[in-house]
């Protein structure tokens, strides 16, 4: 996440790891997309960061971060964090993860997010984030039309509640009055 950014932009990213198996996540690893600049992991306290570097120096950049030495119990999930700056050209980021059991399974997370996951399968697909020319302010709108779709959803449901009670009320009431209404004998 999130699943859209900004060229040329500094960026927190969260990698959600949630445990779909009977066992413990003991380990995470995240292969870190080419173009990403300035790649500064989030301090997880309980785990230890590694990362894995191409070149020398100023010039090196991150290419993988592991997470090791916590632990992600059974039906649970946790996110692990870092910041980056964007690349400059639009693109898609291909987040690629790797997820180790308690017994050793790893799950790799690096497939063509068209394939198709099978149950107990140790493969499933990865998550992409396009990284277009938008302007603060396309950001803004989107964020806006969606918390304004959750507003109409949550409107919604409130009308149809209300509708619901009224005709409940309405109800009730004739079922009072037709019990008060003296009878003829």
């Known amino acids: 996440r999130p699943s859209d950014v900004k060229t040329g932009a500094y960026q927190t990213f969260a990698l959600s790891v949630p445990v779909e198996r009977d066992e413990p996540t003991i380990r995470v690893k995240l292969d870190v997309p080419e173009g990403l600049a300035s790649v500064t992991p989030t301090v997880k306290p309980g785990w230890t960061i590694q990362t894995e570097k191409h070149g020398e120096g100023e010039d090196a950049m991150i290419t993988a971060i592991t997470w090791t030495g916590g632990e992600i119990g059974v039906g649970y999930r946790d996110e692990f964090t870092f910041s ?6 639009p693109t898609d980021l291909q987040w690629k993860a790797y997820q180790t059991y308690e017994n050793g399974t790893v ?6 997010p068209t394939s198709e996951e099978k149950e107990g399968s140790t493969t499933g697909p990865f998550s992409v984030t396009k990284v277009a020319a938008y302007s603060d302010q396309d950001l803004a709108l989107k964020s806006t039309d969606s918390k304004v779709e959750n507003a109409q959803q949550t409107a919604d449901k409130a009308l149809y509640t209300g509708v619901g009670a009224f005709i409940l009320a309405l109800i009730t009431i004739g079922m009072v009055i037709m019990h008060k209404r003296p009878q003829v004998k």
């Open 84 to 89: 980056a700056k964007t690349p400059d050209q």
């Open 107 to 112: 799950v790799s997370w690096n497939q063509q």
